[in-house]
Each structure stands twice: as C-alpha cells, then as structure tokens.
C-alpha cells in the first residue's frame, strides 16, 4: 500500500523546485501548467515534476496539504510559491530568480535540469 | 450565467474594490480571467492575495464550476 501522502510531503520538501502539474513536461496537458513550466525554464530553474493526472488522489492531497486549490502549484525548498499566474508575475519582475538564488544559492543555474517523479505506484515515469 | 455568480462572490468578499471583472476566457462558461483591485492587497504578498481570491472563490473552484481560474491582483503595492 502506498502512502500518497507521505510521498506528496517527501517531494515538497525534498525537492528543490517541485512543479506539480498536469502532463508532464515533456506532454503538458494544460495552458496552466505550461505557463508555469515555462517560467520556470526562463529563470533556469531546476525542475521535479509531478504529474497530478494519473489519479484524482494526488490533486486532493496535494491541495489538503498546500491549502491552495487549484494546479499547478511550485514549491522551492518546501514553500509554496503559487499557481501559474503569480510564478509569471515573479519572473517577470525578477523576483522569481532572486527567491531562487537565495533559497537555492547563486549557482543554482548550473544544476538546471528536468525530471518527473511519480508519487503513486501507478504513475507513469 | 458563472459570470454573474463569480462577480456576486468576488464582491461580496471584495466590497471596497476599485476594480473587479470577470471574463470567460474561452465563451464556455468554466474558464475565467478574474481581476480584483482591492485596499485589502495592500501589504500582502502575491500568494496571500491570490489566496483571498481562491478563498471567495472557494465553492464554485472546489464543485467544478471554474475548470481554469487566471487571477490578476491590484492594490497590493504598498
């Protein structure tokens, strides 16, 4: 038996940078999400993405948790940044990169990379 | 017709706003673009004002009558 919650808790605060979203970034099922996504690409942040499709589960743990309601949601180091509107807002007045530089360190460009996590069993990878 | 509910929730959670509209993005009533302008921003951070929003929204968001919700804050700058 899988523990949702558990995992869900394990990739906000483990993960540097958690986009959860619909699709992955690599398929991006929504105009949302891939407002999100590409932000974050702009700021060259690192990016783990949890794709919340593959069970209706994930969307209501992960908003039990969060207390926000709607997807997608980006977290850097355990903190709620926001939906798709308030990641373009900061990156576009540059304070989505500030908030990374200090709670990632200066260089954090230099580990840029993508990849999705599966936070059921069934997940695809 | 979600238009009008939408607007009637934001103001009765905004009463003093500036600005307040609601646009359905794609003409099929669960897609919107909310635009609230409102002394109570003042001070918060984006998150916490995008929360108010979600929060007055709260009901419709949660029985699936807003599918895509945009929500562009005014007011918040000190």
């Not at chain 1, 970034?25 to 593959?54: F, W, Y």
Request: net charge negative.
């Amino acid at each position: 038996m899988i523990d949702l919650s558990s995992n869900i808790r394990q990739v906000i605060e483990g993960e540097d940078v958690a986009l959860f979203m619909k699709g992955t970034p690599h398929m991006v099922m929504c105009g949302n999400s891939m407002r999100a996504l590409e932000a974050l690409r702009r700021a060259g942040a690192p990016i783990s993405a949890v794709d919340v499709l593959p069970d209706p589960a994930i969307r209501q743990e992960l908003s039990a948790q969060s207390g926000w309601p709607t997807i997608p949601q980006v977290f850097v180091r355990g903190e709620l940044i926001g939906g798709a509107d308030i990641v373009e807002e900061l990156e576009a007045s540059g304070e989505l990169e500030r908030t990374l530089e200090e709670k990632l360190g200066p260089d954090y460009r230099d580990e840029r990379e993508e990849r999705t996590l599966a936070v059921t069993s069934f997940a695809a990878p | 017709m979600a238009t009008d509910s939408i607007r009637t929730l934001l103001a009765e959670a905004f009463p003093d706003a500036s600005e307040l509209d609601v646009e359905d993005r794609t003409g099929t009533g669960d897609h919107f673009q909310v635009t609230v302008a409102s002394a109570r921003f003042q001070g918060l951070s984006l998150l916490e004002q995008h929360r108010l929003v979600n929060e007055a929204l709260a009901t419709p968001l949660a029985d699936g009558t807003i599918h895509e919700l945009r929500i562009k804050t005014k007011g918040g700058a000190a």
